[in-house]
């Protein structure tokens, strides 16, 4: 199992793999980072960030439904700051991405993409340019996203011509995105096809008071 990275008596925070569920999903049970934290912390442990399964990095996690609840309004009051890295293609500069985010029917075909609309949600990330690389094309970016959306930094991203490194949903064709969702791609498919075995985005920070 994983064990918490820091804990106080009212949260906890681990530092999340790349690749691994959250929680349990589907019809087949998978292991998930929930078993380890309900291992560590108990019954009520919950996560409160949400993370992709792709992404690595920071994870708040409640030990009580006291702290649940208050960091949970915490989050909506935009109260505790988010900061990812990422490597993405191409040379970004610094600049806000104020694009509104819709989420689709799950059940259709690649449903579970989101996708830029102007019905959606507002959405908006600040990027900052840590880095570039001439010899590759590639920059070292930090994200921070002022909202919450569901795969708001990949697809932002994605949208403006700068797709994160190793990134299987957003800005390809659908047939590898079918691929990888019926886990038909390894890494080294991956490395070929996406310039990663893995999606290049951390979640490296979280700013709070508790």
């Known amino acids: 199992g994983i064990s918490p990275i820091f804990s106080t008596r009212d ?36 996560p409160i960030n949400r993370l992709d399964s792709e992404t690595s990095g920071i994870l708040l996690v409640s030990k009580n439904k006291n702290s649940e609840i208050e960091f949970k309004k915490m989050f909506e009051e935009k ?3 988010k900061e990812y890295l990422a490597f993405v293609f ?7 991405i104020n694009l509104k985010i819709k989420e689709q029917d799950k059940s259709k075909d690649l449903g579970v993409k989101s996708i830029i609309s102007n019905d959606g949600r507002e959405s908006i990330t600040k990027i900052k340019l840590i ?36 990134e299987c949903l957003y ?20 490395l070929a096809l996406f310039g990663a075995s893995r999606l290049m985005l951390h979640s490296q920070r979280l700013d709070f008071t508790y």
């Open 11 to 46: 949260f906890a925070i681990f530092d999340k793999p790349e690749k691994i569920l959250i929680h349990p999903k589907g019809r087949f049970y998978h292991h998930s980072l929930l078993d380890s934290i309900r291992f560590h912390l108990g019954k009520e442990a919950n």
């Open 79 to 81: 109260c505790i700051q």
């Open 90 to 96: 191409g040379k970004i500069n610094d600049c806000t």
């Open 131 to 166: 880095s570039y690389f001439e010899n590759k094309n590639i920059s070292f970016i930090k994200a921070l996203p002022i909202t919450g959306r569901t795969h708001q930094i990949r697809l932002h991203l994605s949208h403006i011509g700068h797709r994160i490194l190793g």
């Open 171 to 190: 800005g390809i064709s659908d047939c590898y995105a079918r691929d990888y969702l019926d886990s038909k791609l390894n890494d080294d498919d991956r």
